[in-house]
């Protein structure tokens, strides 16, 4: 009797840690997506980066029980893109005294200074300010419109938070990341009623410099690409956390002109349900490989949210995001292949 129950705690025990450590090889779009623990990676409306031979995705920390008198900023690790390593809340801050009311750290990125050797993360601080008009009210909880800015030695932090400025003196919402080929790091930012701005940073990155463009279209989820010669910019319509259609366009220089925007996916299918945050390059030995990278929100239970990442079809100017269908990726080669689960 003891003999079989020690065998059958044995087997136990073996499959949890072959299903805790089982390494994966395909990325599921709007499946959970569970990291090297077993539990549902929360980086949501995140961002990338590659350092050497490590991949780093920081996203906002939306787990359940989290202390509501703080906003957090996840740090997972990966060498392949598909299975992370939860390192840990890069950043754990709370309100800036200058907001008030309900306030918002969304849609983190991180970008490294090779010159200072500095990890420098932006996000979206949002919130409710005084109103100019009377003293005794405050506005909406997106009134406040800056971007914040958080500085550590370790891509896996603890990031130490700066200050929150307007980039260039603009409001700014959503912000996307977009490091060119030679290096150059630039923000996007959402400035309404103006449109979609496109600003480099300074040489520390601590600051935004100089604008580069300014799109005259009302998007967020602002993701650019530089791919076969081209800049290709994708982002969504206004509309809170409902799904619409992304749009891109194209333009030979960052600074423009830029062409007009078209649907990335049929527009009755809204992104299939999800919207833009990233596009991902990867150069391998065999292809160049461009991954849209998009959160499919779900606003009540924003913990269980969930990605939405594919293989785009890019080039000569035109983009596309194909019907949704788990993947295999080999970053290495920068090949990617279709697999139909269901068979
Ligand atoms: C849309 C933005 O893209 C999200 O990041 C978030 O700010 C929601 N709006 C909030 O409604």
Known sequence: MQKRITAASAAIFILIAFRVYAQSDTIRPAQIWPDTKGN????????????KNDYYWYGEERRQGLDTNYRYVSCYQSKDLVNW???????????????LGKWVLERPKVYYNVKTRKFVMYCHV??????????????????????????????TG???????????????????QFIDDDGSAYLIFEDRPFGFRIARLSDDYLDVEK????????????????????????????????????????????????TEFKDIAPSETKTYGSQSTMMIKIAGTKKTT??????????????DSRYLWMPLEIGNGKLWLPQPQPFRLNVRTGETKLIDEKK
């Not at 109103?131 to 030695?153: H, P």
């Not at 461009?290 to 913990?303: E, N, S």
Request: glycine share 12%.
């Open 290 to 303: 461009v991954l849209f990278m998009g959160d499919i929100w779900k606003p009540k239970t924003q913990w």
């Open 40 to 51: 549902h990676i929360q980086a949501h409306g995140g961002g990338i980066i590659k350092v």
């Open 158 to 176: 603890p990031f130490r938070f700066i200050r929150t400025f307007r980039p260039l003196g603009h409001e700014s919402r959503d912000i996307g």
């Open 126 to 155: 949002d919130g409710q300010v005084r109103s100019a008009v009377s003293t005794a009210t405050v506005t909406s909880a997106y009134s406040y419109a800056r971007v914040g800015v958080a500085i550590s030695d370790k891509a």
């Open 211 to 258: 604008q580069i463009c300014l799109i005259p279209a009302h998007m967020e989820g602002g993701a650019i690409v530089h791919y076969g010669g081209l800049y290709y910019v994708i982002g969504s319509s206004l509309t809170g956390w409902a799904a619409n259609p992304n749009k891109y366009a194209t333009a030979t220089d960052l600074s423009g002109p830029w």
């Open 85 to 99: 390593t939860f390192k840990g809340d890069a950043l754990q801050v709370s309100k800036p005294d200058t907001v």
